[in-house]
Each structure stands twice: as structure tokens, then as C-alpha cells.
Antibody, heavy 120, light 111 residues
């Protein structure tokens, strides 16, 4: 059974760096073809893809946010970490992590999401 | 911002058939990239509904079906039920943006 859960601060100040952790079970990020991505959703708005990391350390970022994003993995802890720098109130959103495989471009398992508010 | 356009809302009576369109361009759907659909019930995370344009994950009722043609894709729900009231998003890949893209989202209301 695959599960994912996001954790991190619920409130960050403008200009700060956000650090979110996705802790998962039921699969390993050392298995060939496996990936974990991050997607966010501002309140009342649509989903937005942010970043993706594969088992082999291949990383992909949203072109519009790539200068602010860093995605890393800790295979031994079954965790993926997303850092987003220079946070702004427009970054207020629910952040989700999700599982996918290399040969598919869809996310088949999602975490419950964590709401991050950016405010001074 | 999204390059995949969906109607903001669609409604139907119980038992009816409704469809949601997802309109893209030659750099995403029209380029041959697959379209996937997600259902998001109020206050919950998205759930994969259709993958690879037409395939249903295990457990998804066959009332849900997907199709793709040219630069667009569609999600159809037959025999609409109250539990289908949710937001629905399409997703694909865009070669110009070099990234994955979601649609603008459609709220299904069961009358």
C-alpha cells in the first residue's frame, strides 16, 4: 500500500525559504523507474506542477519556478524534500507530493496535502 | 496561466451524461502527449480518474470514460450520481514549456 504525507511549516514570512518534506511508504526511491513530484494548489484555484525527482537523481522543475526550487531525496529515510526560496503571499497554497513512474506521466498516489500560508 | 483550458462549470441531473472538455495546442495534446484526469472532492487531494487518455485505474467505475482527438480531450460521466460532484482536472505535458501542465479545472454540479 503506497502512502505519502507532506510536512512542514504552516506559516512562512515573505522572502523566507520554505522547506517541505514528503515522507512515503509502500515503495522505494531506489527502485528503477520510480519518481516523486510536488504539485500545489492556491485556495480556490487550479493545480500547478512544481518539481519531480526520479530514483536516479534526475530532477525536473517547472520552468516558471525553477530558479526558486530545489528538490532532493533521502532514500534511506523514504523522504523527498522541496525547498522554495523567496516566498511571496502568492505562494500561499496547499502543497501536495505524489508518486509516479518513469513510463507514465501521471500521478497515481497523492499525499493529503499541507496548507502553507505566506504572510508577515 | 494554464495552457489547458476547461469549462469552469458543468451541471447535470442525476442519471444524465455530462462531458468536460480539455483544450490544448500543438505543443501538448496535439503533439501526442497523453492526457490524464483527476477528480478532487471538496477538501481532499486529487485522485487519478483516467490515465493514458482512456484507461481507468482499478476501482474507478466504468461510468467514467476518456477520449482524445487532435488538440483536445474529453472526460465523460454517464449515469451522473450525487457523489460525482467534485472538481475535475486534466493533465498533460507541454514541449514548449518543458513541463507538466494541469487544466484550469471544471466543477461538476449535480442538480
Amino acid at each position: 500500500q503506497i502512502t505519502l504525507k507532506e510536512s512542514g511549516p504552516t506559516l512562512v514570512k515573505p522572502t523566507q525559504t520554505l522547506t517541505l518534506t514528503c515522507t512515503f511508504s509502500g515503495f522505494s526511491l531506489s527502485t528503477s523507474g520510480v519518481g516523486v513530484g510536488w504539485i500545489r494548489q492556491p485556495p480556490g484555484k487550479a493545480l500547478e506542477w512544481l518539481a519531480l525527482i526520479y530514483w536516479d537523481e534526475d530532477k525536473r522543475y517547472s520552468p516558471s519556478l525553477k530558479n526558486r526550487l530545489t528538490i532532493t531525496k533521502d532514500t534511506s529515510k523514504n523522504q523527498v524534500v522541496l525547498k522554495m526560496s523567496n516566498m511571496d503571499p502568492v505562494d500561499t497554497a496547499t502543497y501536495y507530493c505524489a508518486h509516479r513512474t518513469l513510463d507514465s506521466a501521471y500521478y497515481d498516489y497523492w499525499g493529503q496535502g499541507t496548507l502553507v500560508t505566506v504572510s508577515s | 496561466q494554464s495552457v489547458l483550458t476547461q469549462p469552469p462549470s458543468v451541471s447535470g441531473a442525476p442519471g444524465q451524461r455530462v462531458t468536460i472538455s480539455c483544450t490544448g495546442s500543438s505543443s501538448n495534446i496535439g503533439a501526442g502527449y497523453d492526457v490524464h484526469w483527476y477528480q478532487q472532492l471538496a477538501g481532499t487531494a486529487p485522485k487519478l480518474l483516467i490515465y493514458g487518455n482512456i484507461y481507468r485505474p482499478s476501482g474507478v467505475p466504468d461510468r467514467f470514460s476518456g477520449s482524445k482527438s487532435g488538440t483536445s480531450a474529453s472526460l465523460a460521466i454517464t449515469g451522473l450520481q450525487a457523489e460525482d460532484e467534485a472538481d475535475y482536472y486534466c493533465q498533460s505535458y507541454d514541449s514548449t514549456l518543458s513541463g507538466y501542465v494541469f487544466g484550469t479545472g471544471t466543477k461538476i454540479t449535480v442538480l
